[in-house]
C-alpha cells in the first residue's frame, strides 16, 4: 500500500481549516440568487455546460475535491490577502482568487476552449466569486481568514471563520432556498444592475472593509448578540454574491 507524504496531510488540513468560505449554505444561496438574474442567453449557455445541473447545485463543486490530490495545488485559489492600510497586488500577498477569477472567464469567453475545460472554469468561477464576498475570504495576513481566532459559538469551541461560514446560518434554521427567497424579497432591481456591474476589485475593497466588523466583538463567547449586529450584512453579501455572479456570467455568455 503506497504511503501518503505527511506534507501533503499537513497541507490537506491546512486547507481544509482556510479556505472555504460560507460553507454549503451560503454557496448554494449565492448561487440560487444568481440564478434568477441570468439572462435568456446566459441560461442557454450554461445549460449547455451543465445539463440537468444548475448554478446552486455546482457552487460547493471547488471545495468538494479538496480531498483529490491532484486538485492539491488549488488550495490558495479561494482567498485573496490585503493587509490593513494596504491595496490588493497581484502576487504580493498570499491568495489567487483574483488571478483566477480573470483566468477562468478567459476560458468560457475563448471559442476554442473545449468543453470539459469549460465546466471547470464555469464551476471554479462560480465557487470563487462566491467566496470573495465573505469577507474572512480577503484576509489580513495576520489569522489565516479568522481561523486562527479561537471563540465559543454558544458555548461550543470553534474559530471566527467557523462561525462565517456555518453557524450564522445554522441558528436560523432555514433551507438555502428558503434563505435565497427570502432575499429575493426585498431584492431592488436598479441596486441588482448596479451591483451587476461591479468587478472583482470591487468585490475585495469591500470585503477588506467589512471584515473590520467581524472582528468587532468583546470576550470569547457570541451569542444572539453578534447574529443580530451581524445580520444585515451576512445577507448584503450573500446578495452581492449573487448579483455579482450573474453579471459576470451575463457578460461572457452574450
Not at 440564478?35 to 471545495?63: F, M, P, Q
Not at 490558495?76 to 490593513?84: E, K, N, V
Not at 475563448?110 to 469577507?135: C, R, T, W, Y
Request: net charge positive; proline share 2%; hydrophobic share 35%.
Amino acid at each position: 500500500m503506497k504511503r501518503i507524504p505527511l506534507k501533503f496531510i499537513i497541507a490537506v488540513i491546512v486547507f481544509t481549516e482556510s479556505v472555504f468560505g460560507w460553507g454549503k449554505t451560503g454557496h448554494r444561496i449565492i448561487g440560487m440568487v444568481a440564478e434568477n438574474y441570468l439572462s435568456e442567453v446566459a441560461k442557454i449557455e450554461i445549460k449547455k455546460l451543465l445539463g440537468h445541473h444548475d448554478i446552486s447545485r455546482i457552487s460547493n463543486w471547488a471545495d468538494e475535491i479538496r480531498s483529490d490530490p491532484t486538485w492539491g495545488h488549488a488550495s490558495d485559489w479561494h482567498y485573496c490577502t490585503i493587509p490593513d492600510n494596504e491595496q490588493y497586488k497581484k502576487g504580493k500577498h498570499a491568495g489567487k482568487a483574483v488571478e483566477k477569477i480573470n483566468e477562468f472567464s478567459k476560458i468560457l469567453k475563448n471559442k476554442n476552449s473545449g468543453v470539459e475545460e469549460k465546466i471547470i472554469a464555469l464551476k471554479f468561477m462560480v465557487h470563487l466569486i462566491q467566496d470573495l464576498h465573505q469577507p474572512l475570504h480577503v484576509g489580513n495576513g495576520k489569522d489565516r481568514g479568522g481561523n486562527s481566532v479561537k471563540v465559543k459559538w454558544f458555548g461550543e469551541k470553534t474559530n471566527l471563520h467557523s462561525v462565517w461560514d456555518t453557524k450564522l446560518f445554522e441558528l436560523q434554521k432555514l433551507s438555502y432556498s428558503e434563505y435565497a427567497n427570502y432575499l429575493l424579497l426585498d431584492a431592488d432591481h436598479e441596486t441588482i444592475i448596479k451591483w451587476q456591474k461591479n468587478t472583482v476589485f470591487d468585490y475585495i475593497e469591500e470585503s477588506k472593509k467589512y471584515r473590520v466588523q467581524c472582528y468587532d466583538f468583546k470576550g470569547e463567547n457570541l451569542t444572539w448578540n453578534y447574529l443580530y449586529k451581524n445580520k444585515n450584512l451576512l445577507e448584503l453579501r450573500l446578495l452581492q454574491g449573487g448579483a455579482r455572479l450573474s453579471g459576470q456570467l451575463n457578460q461572457i455568455f452574450k
